[in-house]
């Protein structure tokens, strides 16, 4: 139970990302992509996929405490009205580690968690990790996780085993997660059409690249069968769910009027939507209206994406100082009825997160 103060007091943070101690000396002792290299005096973070991640001699972005300090993740949580967060690793998880490593690396990482948000009094919950490249032994973690109390649930990456989430070699863990109850909340990393977004930073990867790489992966998802498969299967999709709100229509209409593939789906693509969860995170109204038109307000939950999308001014502490970002999702809520976003900051999470 949350403390009587925290319950509603102010909002519920379901996306936001740290990198654990356990994992940063992980990332410090590889020698390519993911990693952390200090150069020129500073720590630098390479997580993206790509050669100019590596190669530019301003690769990555700048690696301050903001990634993997707790006490930072508290403050920027009171700084901007949080009052409870479900932590993630972040991006990429341990998708890139060989089998046997990442199954030993996630109960590692898992119990960190574990330990961090039970030491938080009541501020953290958290998502656990799972080794994909390993079904049956990520199935297996999936169960261990449901013992650890301050855990409630798994983010995951969109590669799965190495073919997708349509993989049917997933099935033991979308089994394990449809029985057990277990939140699985699905994130980009790797970003999709990324040859068309070169000499542009990270800013279209992000923007574009991301959302994309999310949309394909739960429409695949769902044209396998997956959630007929597994009924009770509870999806949270990131970034407000990329851009299915707005192309759900084309995807009935296309999927409908397929002729090489019969999909043998039970139902239309957008009622599997339906049946999901989303973080509030798409910075406009107008996006959260057509999510909301959708699924409905009450399967959406807040979310900031910190300690991603730093203010650009190198000279603001970001420990003290109003994150943009944050406020520009919160700028979004506040277009939309007071009850849905009430619903949004703080009810939805602790209902669906049984906080
Ligand atoms: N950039 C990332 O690498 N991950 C996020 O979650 C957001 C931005
Ligand atoms: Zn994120």
């Given amino acids: 139970m949350l403390p009587a103060d925290l319950v509603s007091k102010a909002s519920i943070d379901v996306h936001t990302h740290i990198y654990l101690p356990t994992y940063v000396e992980m990332l410090r002792k590889r020698d390519s992509v993911p990693r952390v290299v200090d150069r020129n005096g500073q720590s630098r973070l390479l997580i993206l996929p790509g050669k100019d991640e590596e190669d530019s001699p301003d690769a990555g972005r700048p690696f301050g405490r903001e990634y993997f300090d707790i006490g930072g993740k508290i403050r920027f949580m009171d700084n901007h009205g949080i009052a409870v967060s479900v932590l993630s690793l972040a991006n990429p998880w341990v998708d890139f580690l060989p089998p046997a490593e990442a199954v030993a690396l996630s109960r590692v990482f898992n119990d960190d968690m574990e330990a961090v948000c039970a030491a938080s009094g009541g501020r953290l919950r958290g998502f656990g990790v799972l080794p994909l490249k390993a079904p049956a032994a990520a ?22 085993a190495g073919n997708g989430l349509h993989d049917p070699a997933l099935d033991p863990v979308w089994a394990e997660a449809a029985r057990g109850g277990h939140m699985v909340f699905v994130h980009p990393h790797y970003g999709l059409g990324n040859a068309a977004y070169e000499g542009t930073g990270h800013a279209l990867f992000l923007a574009l690249g991301f959302p994309f790489e999310t949309s394909a ?44 593939v019969d999909f043998t789906l039970k139902a239309a693509p957008s009622e599997y939507l339906k049946r999901m969860y989303f973080d509030s995170i798409g910075y406009h109204t107008p996006a959260l209206l057509a999510l909301i038109a959708l699924v409905g307000h009450e399967r959406i939950m807040f979310g900031t994406d910190h300690p991603f999308f730093p203010p650009r001014d190198a000279t603001l502490d970001l420990a003290t100082c109003l994150w943009p970002s944050p406020q520009e999702n919160y700028a979004a809520i506040e277009g939309l009825p007071a009850e849905q976003q009430q619903a949004i900051l703080n009810a939805n999470a602790r209902r669906i997160m049984v906080l």
């Fill in 139 to 160: 199935a297996e973690e999936l169960a261990r996780i449901s013992t650890l109390r301050h855990l409630r649930g798994v983010i995951i990456g969109t590669s799965g």
């Fill in 217 to 260: 992966a739960i429409a695949r998802l769902i044209l396998a069968g997956v959630l007929d498969r597994h009924s009770k299967l509870k999806l949270l999709v990131a970034h407000a769910g990329g851009t299915l709100p707005y192309l759900a229509g084309r995807l009935d209409s296309c999927v409908g009027t397929e002729r090489q």
